[in-house]
């Protein structure tokens, strides 16, 4: 039923992925139990132009890389046996829906952009603009491979929360105000702090062994997700340079020129979107880091409160010293680490590279 359940949530994402051959070998059969069968992955006429025109590095990663999506499915799976019961079934369709408005909301825009690309350069007809649109393939696929790893870091960050959770239950004994720090549209909202354990535990989970567990689970899954968008990631933050250097210039040309407004407009949503593109993806990370820290923080209160007498203060420390010893951060190709502050260290060599541009200009 889990198994289910996770692929309705993932099936949206999956079914654009396959379409430009960026999905997995193999998918979840919702029809058979526990069974990973194998699919064609795309047309030939879909899988043509993606290797002719779509980036050519996340094309060969994938290649790599591609066997690693059902094996980041069953260890989310995995984890959902434990932390959720069989009713839960409303947080898939809630992940369902928030993955899709994601490629709605992406792809209207994307479209756009490009269609104001299109009309900038003098292409009034519709040939001459799906021609260009062609040409922007890479650019698209940047897109997908971005929604792919976004919704991965958000499935983990959702089931970290779950963890807290079920941490702070035990930290205020008469469950007051258990959950203040979410937000009214994320799944964990829905989960009732009066019943929480009869409703969102099983009954098993009962030992601090099992959060370790589960943890040691959601950790396996963060390293495939790490290293399976490792090289996208950097080609998305080599893009986003590129972009946001040309894009800055060119926009500051047009508008102290006074004669190409329109121009300029484009050119500064162009350079929005890849910063704000980025920016998405750093603050899904940033989150997942700061809610695998509160881990610590949680447990130390347990640890504090006098009431509790079903975890020892060893079984504790030494979940303490698992979540010190197996951060949960995103550092592709260990380069550097995706968060905040890279966003942070990314506006301000942008800023410089264009200053620097406008100077010999």
Not at 313 to 341: A, Y
Request: charged content about 15%; aromatic content about 14%.
């Amino acid at each position: 039923m889990v198994e289910v359940n996770f692929h309705l949530s993932v099936k949206p994402l999956f079914l654009l992925s396959s379409r430009f051959g960026l999905g997995p070998v193999s998918s979840f059969n919702r029809y058979q139990r526990n069974i990973y069968t194998r699919h064609q992955l795309s047309s030939i006429l879909s899988f043509i132009c993606t290797i002719f025109l779509a980036c050519l590095i996340n094309l060969l990663n994938n290649i790599f890389v591609r066997n690693n999506f059902p094996r980041i499915f069953s260890k989310f799976c995995e984890a959902d046996k434990i932390l959720l019961s069989k009713s839960d079934g409303i947080i898939y369709r809630r992940e369902r829906l928030v993955s899709i408005k994601d490629i709605m909301i992406l792809v209207i825009i994307t479209v756009f952009t490009q269609i104001g690309f299109s009309w900038m350069n003098g292409f009034h007809s519709i040939v001459h603009i799906l021609i260009y649109n062609l040409e922007q393939l890479p650019f698209f696929l940047n897109t997908i491979v971005t929604l792919q790893f976004k919704f991965w870091v958000r499935q983990l960050n959702q089931r970290l929360k779950i963890i807290n959770n079920y941490l702070v239950k035990h930290t205020n004994h008469h469950q007051a105000e258990i959950i203040k720090s979410f937000r009214p549209n994320e799944v964990v909202s829905f989960i009732d702090c009066k019943d929480i354990s009869s409703r969102y535990f099983v009954k098993h989970l009962k030992d601090i062994q099992w959060l370790r567990y589960v943890y040691s689970v959601l950790f396996e899954a963060k390293q495939l997700v790490n290293s399976t968008y490792a090289v996208p990631n950097v080609c998305q933050l080599i893009t986003c340079y590129v972009t946001c250097v040309g894009a800055l210039y060119w926009g500051i040309h047009a508008v102290s020129s006074h004669t190409g407004q329109i121009q300029a407009t484009v050119y500064f949503v162009v350079c929005s979107y890849a910063l704000l593109l980025l920016a998405w993806v750093l603050l899904n990370c940033h989150m997942a880091c700061e809610e695998a820290n509160k881990i610590i923080v949680y447990i130390q209160k347990v640890i504090a409160n006098p009431s509790f007498t079903q975890f020892t203060e060893d079984e504790l420390m030494k979940f303490v010293s698992q979540v010190r010893d197996t951060p949960i951060e995103f550092s592709p190709c260990g380069l550097f680490t995706l968060n905040l502050s890279l966003l942070c260290s990314t506006i301000g060599v942008i800023c410089t590279y264009s200053v620097i541009m406008l100077q010999i200009g």
